[in-house]
């Protein structure tokens, strides 16, 4: 069976989807569209935009977004045998999967983006990449440490971090202390995936409960868990705690070697590939931008 899977913030570049919007009929409705839902040019700062314009998070959410499906939709993939994203790539993946619309999927990124805004204006808070250490030794450092947990397990040998900024400073020093081969502090705008985000969870809640969820066409490997769902309410519940829940994705990579999944494409970015490279060589990497 084939997975794709969507990649979450991080992944922008200047000039992302003008190809695509030049080669696809469909994806240069589903750019316009956009555009009309969000009420400004989203498309032209893609295309266009500078680095610093494409690293606004109310900006960058959406392109993401828009620029996955709108690949995954132009090359009208037809044979997923389950689906999965990446924090942000997870919505996305709802709607790979049909689970949402493509305008109900942009208007919760586009409040997920303002809402996530909002709370790191709230909160002095940040995320570190560690690399080297075991996820239980990390586990331990963030356990002695206030405010800072575990965000993204994102395979083995790699987790990020996250939580106030003089806490995240401690758990790095630690980190190096114990042996790690890299630990560093991102330029990232908050503490997403920790505590710190329940505005934003809070804030978003509304919104994900209003919006119709629909059976899904195929499985998602959902966030919070790892694990596949099929069930609409349950996904619902599952997104509601996405934002303040770590990204269990190292999980969910050996839940796809678990269930079968012999074939992993990455939709929009190469990003994910790497993480499953890691995990597994036997199942086949693939990238569609």
Aim: a negative charge; hydrophobic letters at 40%; aromatic letters at 6%.
């Amino acid at each position: 069976m084939k997975v794709y899977v969507f990649p979450g913030q991080g992944s922008q570049k200047p000039g992302m989807g003008l190809e695509l919007y030049q080669s696809s009929s469909i994806a240069k409705e589903l750019f316009e569209t956009a555009n009309d839902i969000l009420g400004f040019g989203l498309s032209k700062i893609m295309f266009e935009g500078s680095e610093e314009e494409l690293r606004q998070t109310k900006v960058t959410q959406p392109a993401v977004f828009l620029n996955a499906i709108a690949s995954f939709k132009a090359k009208q993939i037809s044979d997923a045998g389950a689906v999965a994203g990446h924090s942000l790539g997870e919505f996305t993946a709802l709607v790979a999967n049909n689970t949402l619309s493509f305008d109900e999927g942009l208007k919760l990124v586009y409040k997920r983006a303002l809402a996530m805004q909002k709370a790191t204006e709230l909160a002095d808070g940040t995320m570190a990449a560690i690399l080297g250490m075991e996820d239980e030794q990390i586990e331990s450092i963030c356990n002695s440490i206030e405010g800072v947990v575990p965000a993204n397990y994102n395979c083995p040998g790699q987790l990020v971090i996250s939580g106030s900024r003089d806490g995240i400073e401690q758990a790095v020093e630690k980190c190096q202390e114990a042996g790690a081969r890299r630990a560093i502090v991102l330029p990232v705008g908050g503490a997403f995936h920790s505590p710190l985000m329940e505005p934003a969870r809070a804030n978003l809640e509304q919104a994900i409960r209003e919006a119709n969820f629909q059976k899904p066409e195929c499985p998602i490997y959902q966030n919070v868990t790892g694990n596949a769902e099929t069930d609409a309410e349950q996904i619902r519940e599952n997104l509601v705690k996405q934002l303040t829940s770590p990204v269990r994705w190292t999980q969910t990579m050996k839940n796809f070697v678990k269930d079968g999944m012999e074939s992993h494409t990455e939709v929009g970015a190469k990003v994910l590939t790497g993480f499953i490279r890691k995990l597994d060589r036997t199942i086949e990497a693939n990238v569609v931008v």
